[in-house]
Nanobody
Framework: QVQLVESGGGLVQAGGSLRLSCAASGRTLSSYIMGWFRQAPGKEREFVAAIMWSGGSTYYADSVKGRFTISRDNAKNTVYLQMNSLKPEDTAVYYC??????????????????WGQGTQVTVSS
C-alpha cells in the first residue's frame, strides 16, 4: 500500500503561482510513476503531469507545458507540482497518483494504482 497526501492548494489570482506537494509513504517508490491529475466541476479527470521516480523523465499535458513543472525529492519521498502563470481554466481539484508499474503510458488514470484525497486550486480572473 502507498499513502499519498497532497497539500499546497488554495486561491490565487490569474497569473499567480502555487506549488503543490504530494508526500508518499508506505513503500519504496524507486520503480514508480508519480502523476498529477485534475478534475474541474462537471468534467472528467484529466492528466496534468508525471515523473518517473527512477531517472526523472517528465511528461506534461499540452495545456500546462511551459507553465507547470513536476519534480521529486527522493530524500523526502515527495513529489511537487510548481504551477506558474495560472489561468482560471486551471481551477480544479488536483490529485496526486502513484503507479507501481510502467506499462508504456502515463497519461491515463488506469496507469495508476494509488490516489491522494485531492487539493483544491482556484484561480480567480
Amino acid at each position: 500500500q502507498v499513502q499519498l497526501v497532497e497539500s499546497g492548494g488554495g486561491l490565487v489570482q490569474a497569473g499567480g503561482s502555487l506549488r503543490l506537494s504530494c508526500a508518499a509513504s508506505g513503500r519504496t517508490l524507486s520503480s514508480y510513476i508519480m502523476g498529477w491529475f485534475r478534475q474541474a466541476p462537471g468534467k472528467e479527470r484529466e492528466f496534468v503531469a508525471a515523473i518517473m521516480w527512477s531517472g526523472g523523465s517528465t511528461y506534461y499535458a499540452d495545456s500546462v507545458k511551459g507553465r507547470f513543472t513536476i519534480s521529486r525529492d527522493n530524500a523526502k519521498n515527495t513529489v511537487y507540482l510548481q504551477m506558474n502563470s495560472l489561468k482560471p481554466e486551471d481551477t480544479a481539484v488536483y490529485y496526486c497518483a502513484a503507479g507501481s508499474r510502467y506499462s508504456g503510458t502515463v497519461y491515463h488514470a488506469w496507469d495508476y494504482d494509488y490516489w491522494g484525497q485531492g487539493t483544491q486550486v482556484t484561480v480567480s480572473s
